[in-house]
């Protein structure tokens, strides 16, 4: 499976061409250069985020953590692509990790302006 990435990556790789210093426009993305160049591995183990209305969902390699509602969900997708098993009550302890994650970056985002 391919390294994971985002369509924020897209600004941070843009402004990483155009050598612009990205502490200086915070952005959620990472430069794609190193992946371009064939430094793969940094980008396997980064979590990915993200929420649109109530449903809310993270990656963290091959795992997927998802909900729509108020369950979590958990995903092997190196072994379940289609999302047909969920694996939460069996790995609590994995989802508990791959929350504590999703808490943190969750606090740190703003609250939606529209709903």
Known sequence: MGAPVTSMDAMATALDLAKVASEKTKTDGVSLLPLLTGQREQF?????????????AMRLGDWKLERSGQEWRLYDLAHDIGEATDLAPQEPARVQQMLALWDKWNAEQSEPRWR
């Open 44 to 56: 396997l183990e980064r979590p990915l985020f993200w929420r649109v209305g109530k449903q809310n």
